[in-house]
């Protein structure tokens, strides 16, 4: 026999001679006993029939009926004495009482308690998300406010992506013919030159709105220079040795 | 299903009642009380519960939890000495454990193994309705239900017992 084996045998020995103890009865009330047999043979509460809610005659409504045809369901009725305890004397029990179902003996008070475990999520997740909304707002409102107190400047003719950087500038593009404008990002620089973004570029210093760009003409209206100038940055870019894109009508100046 | 009659509340009273206040008695040191007041309560249930023996294990584990909640707040130092020399089970001289022993080993338990043990072995429940009981899964009662055995047999010391016996013999 295996060591397993006999330390399984030991302990289903140790079992039995543990379950052999019998616990004590000398501490119940041997009356106890026979008043439970009275307190059984006595009247039951049953649930209350038609007759006895004094319902014997016209049709029965719908809850009636299905309270009729399950005897089990929600609407059970149960007889209610008016002394509530079969002629015992009424509970005055200054802690409170116990509610149980019926059916399994769960105690109802602590089947509530795991219900309302919902709600104070959802009451929890409501704070932090009004908390959440108010900070947004108030970061949104601060960022307004810092939009609406920069000055749009003017834009020199020669900038560099060094002075555009210590500047704090956005770039943007307004196609041609179009008149779409939007500001540039830095992935647009590193789109393939058929794709890139074409068109009359703005810059303008610290701001999000296209509108509010100021535009530089001789500067800006190449892509290829604008490329130079980000792919090297701080380098000095001539702008004599760029083809001179078309002059168009369509896109205006804004400055 | 309709209310349990004479005889069945008769033989659940013989055959549960000393057991029903052992389990009572992990929580509260008034288990009589507990246990008669479940037997009312399951008397003057306008229906049968479907297992009358878990019912009653249910509610007198409720109620028991409740009176050592009540009666911890007015005296624990009461209870304390009172619950202190009471064995748990009949003194006998057939029995292979000394009832006063196993007792106190059994009192040192943590709860949730002192509680699977009692319901296991005197209560006579199933692990899954061990687990219903207590809250957990069947294999955590069964866990619970096994080391607390191996506790006990440890401080009973069962082992030197058996050899003794083997060595007599």
Known sequence: MSGKESEDQDLKAFEAALGSLRPRTDRLDPSFRAELVEEATGPHPQPLSQRERGETSGPLSLWERVASTSPLSLWERVRVRASGTHGKSPCTNPSGHCFLCIHCGSEAAMRGRGRSAWPAALVATASLSAVLLVLLLGERASQVERHEMVTTVAVPNDLSLADAVANDMRLAVSGFGTGNERILSAADWQLPDDVAPRGKFLVSRNTRSVKDMQTNEAAFTNHEFLRRLLKNPGADVDASDLPVPKPSNSAGSRS | ?169
């Open chain 2, 1 to 169: 299903m309709s209310t349990l009659g004479p005889d069945a509340i008769t033989r659940l009273w013989d055959g549960h009642s000393a057991s029903l206040v052992l389990y009572a008695q992990q929580w509260c040191d008034a288990p009589e009380d507990v246990v008669q007041e479940a037997f009312l309560l399951l008397v003057r249930q306008a229906m049968a519960p479907q297992n009358p023996v878990g019912w009653l294990y249910r509610v007198v584990r409720n109620q028991a939890i409740n009176a050592s909640r009540s009666r911890g707040r007015r005296s624990r130092r009461e209870d304390a000495v009172a619950a202190g020399g009471q064995p748990w089970f009949e003194m006998s001289e057939d029995d292979r454990l000394d009832a006063a022993a196993a007792t106190a080993a059994l009192r040192d338990l943590p709860i949730q193994e002192r509680e699977a043990i009692v319901a296991r072995l005197w209560g006579g429940l199933k692990f899954d309705e061990i687990a219903g009981l207590s809250g957990t899964s069947p294999s955590t009662a069964y866990r619970s239900y096994q080391r607390g055995l191996s506790t006990l047999r440890e401080r009973l010391g069962w082992k030197c017992l058996e050899k003794k016996a083997k060595t007599r013999t």
